[in-house]
Each structure stands twice: as C-alpha cells, then as structure tokens.
C-alpha cells in the first residue's frame, strides 16, 4: 500500500515540472542589443536626438546660452526745424516728404529733423533768437525778415539775390562754385556775429505780384499798396507804387480787406498755393523781379555738435534740395497760372512792351545801387553780383 502512495506522488511531481517547463518555452523572448551594422539605418527616434547636415536646427524654448550682450545704438541727433511756409506749399512739402526723410537714411537712422510750418513755434521774425536760445536747431527765411533789426542791414541785399538768373543755372554756379564758392562764404560771414550757419540759398523763379486791381497797364501801378519788403519794396516803389508789410499768414485777408491791393510771393505757384486768387484776380508774369531766394540755417552750436560726416551728407542733402526746388518752381508756375486763369478767372498781365521792359530794368538797376549804399556789407554784396555777370559776359 505505502509503495503504490509513494509512486503517486512521483508521477504528480513529475506532470507538473513538465507543465511549467512548457509554459516558460511558450512565453516571447527579449532581444539582445546588437550594435548597427556600418551603412544600415538607424531607427529614428520619437524626439530627435541630432541634426541631419543642411537641416534647420530647431529653436529651443530656452536658449541653451545666454547672448552676449549687445553694444548699445548710437545716440540718434534730433532737430527741430522751422519754415517760414505754410503746410500746403512745394517748399514745405518737399523740407518735410523729402529733404527729412533723405538726411535720416543718408545717416543711417542717426539724425531725424522734425519739420514744423510757420508760426508753428516761433514768428518768423524771432527764428535767429530762437535758434540761438535752442528753441529750434535750424530755419529757412526770407532775409528781408530781418532788415532793420539786429544792425543787419546787409539782408536786404541778400533777400533776393538780385539780376543773377539768365539760363537757370547761374544762381547755383554763382553760390556754390564760383571762384571756390566766394557768395557762399559771403553769406558766412554775415551771419557768423549772430551764432547761425549758412546752409544755402533756395531759389524759386522771381518776386512774383498778384493784384486785386487791373494792372495792365504799368503805368496803373502808381494806384496800388504792394505788400512787400526790403529791395523789392524799393523796386516797387520806384514804378510808383505804395508799399506796406503783412505777415505771409495774413495776406489772403490783408487782400479781402483792403489793406493792400497786390502782394508779392514766390510768383505764380506760391500765389495758388496761399489761394490768394480767391481774393486778387491780376496776375503779372513772368515775375517783374528777375529772382527769389529764401535761405535754410541753423544755429552755429547745433552745427558743430555734428559729426563731420553728417555735416558733409548734410552739404550735400541741401544742395540737392536747392537745386529740385527751383526745377519744381520752374516747372509749376506757368501751369498754376493757367490753372488759375481757367478755373478761378484770373487776368495774366505780360508787360512786354519795349517801354515797359526799360521801366522794369531801370527799377532793378535802381535798387543794386540802393543796396550797394546801404552798408559795406551790402556793397560787397552788389560788387559780387556785378563781377559775376561781368564774368558770364552780361554786363561790361
């Protein structure tokens, strides 16, 4: 009985280790890492783990490094500048859509200019004390503003730049390059007691009038009040006419009112631009006066304070303002002048006649030696004038 138990037991033992044996065979088996065969492809990874050759690295969130830290920009050169004009006018236009925006890339970003119009900060009779106070940086004007005030009666000469003009190039020629540049530095010289810096002449196309009275005839000038200044009141003058003085702003009314009947401006664009034939419907062209020229400045201290290679962009941003001024003045004023005939009833005068153009030439003489008596510096200014043309074979 005890044997048969005892080989029972065996065979159970027996039946189950072979059982486990057959469940462990059953079960998958994990591979051993082998390494990768040389030219066979390794399984990409779920994150990326390096950078294909020629491929973007990605950004990380977080810069792995901190950059260096940068050199700080260069301090950035801010002017205000001052025009005698008003907003609508191709002078104004041009200082603030071309002449700015020019200088700011010409340096790089490290000069603006901000342009402000007429009034806008100072009368323009204040714009040489402002300047010097560093109210402003830099202006243009009409010299003539300043006759009488601060001794300087030089200005009156330079407020037209008189009988230079014949072909539309001479002004610039007789500024800029004749005999080294020696009216420019006339210029210089005048304004060096007072702490400015002489930029350059910007030439429109003649002192221009505009009549509230018909004028067709020159002699008819004796009948009118002229708002004008310095030698062209003179110029006016001398073919009979009164003369008073409005500030630009105020002419349109001054016109209405009655307090004069013509005006003179930049000729017949600067007429349309102020819309005086709103009011004035007797035009002369061409311009009576033979040449106009406002001047751009700015204060002597705000120049020096400029590294020289803006003042040198600065040269030659305004020469090339100067020069695009006269062209546009050239080009626009006898289309403003036919505009204005068409669309608002204005009368153009021509004073053609032989007579006529012997009176015009005997004013202009009148008020070159008007000028030359005025003061040595006026001389010297005519005297310039008188070579000039002497030189290009106008005169004898």
Request: overall charge neutral; some cysteine; charged content about 20%.
């Amino acid at each position: 009985m005890k044997g048969k138990l005892v080989k029972s037991i065996t065979i159970c033992i027996a039946l189950l280790l072979v059982a486990s044996l057959s469940l462990i065979a059953c079960q998958p088996s994990t591979p051993t890492p082998t390494a990768t065969t040389p030219g066979a492809t390794t399984p990409k990874p779920t994150t990326p783990t390096a950078t294909t050759p020629g491929a973007t690295t990605p950004k990380p969130t977080t810069p792995a490094t901190t950059k260096p830290a940068t050199t700080p920009a260069a301090t950035v050169i801010k002017w205000k500048f001052q025009t005698h004009e008003g907003p609508d006018l191709v002078n104004s236009t041009k200082l603030q859509k071309w002449l700015a925006p020019t200088l700011t890339e010409m340096t790089d970003g490290r000069f603006t200019m901000d342009v402000f119009f007429t009034g806008a900060i100072l009368p323009n009779e204040e714009l040489v004390d402002g300047a010097n106070k560093g109210v402003i940086d830099g202006f243009d004007i009409s010299q003539g503003y300043f006759s009488g005030a601060k001794n300087m009666g030089w200005t009156i000469a330079a407020g037209i730049e008189p009988f230079i003009e014949k072909t539309g190039v001479e002004i610039f020629e007789f500024l800029w390059d004749w005999e080294g540049g020696k009216m420019a530095a006339w210029h210089q010289k005048q304004w060096d007691p007072f702490g400015i810096h002489f930029f350059t002449s910007v030439p429109a196309n003649g002192v221009g009038l505009i009549c509230s009275k018909d004028i067709t005839n020159l002699a008819d000038v004796s009948k009118i009040i002229v708002r004008t200044h310095s030698g062209a009141a003179v110029f006016w003058e001398q073919l009979g006419a009164r003369t008073t003085y409005i500030p630009g702003p105020e002419i349109y009314t001054g016109l209405q009112l009655g307090t004069a009947n013509a005006a003179t401006w930049k000729s017949a664009r600067s007429f349309k631009d102020w819309h005086w034939e709103e009011v004035a419907k007797y035009l002369v062209m061409p311009a009576p006066l033979p040449w106009a020229a406002h001047q751009s400045y700015c204060s002597q201290a705000a120049w020096n304070k400029l590294p020289k290679d803006i003042q040198a962009d600065m040269n030659v941003a305004w020469r090339e303002f100067a020069q695009q001024h006269h062209r546009n003045y050239l080009d626009l004023d006898e289309k403003a002048a036919q505009d204005m005939a068409a669309n608002s009833g204005v009368k153009v005068i021509r004073w053609t006649s032989a007579a006529d153009m012997a009176k015009l030439e005997a004013a202009k003489m009148y008020v070159m030696e008007w000028i030359s008596k005025k003061d040595a510096s006026g001389a010297e200014y005519i005297n310039l004038c008188k070579d000039y043309l002497r030189y290009k074979g106008y005169i004898q």
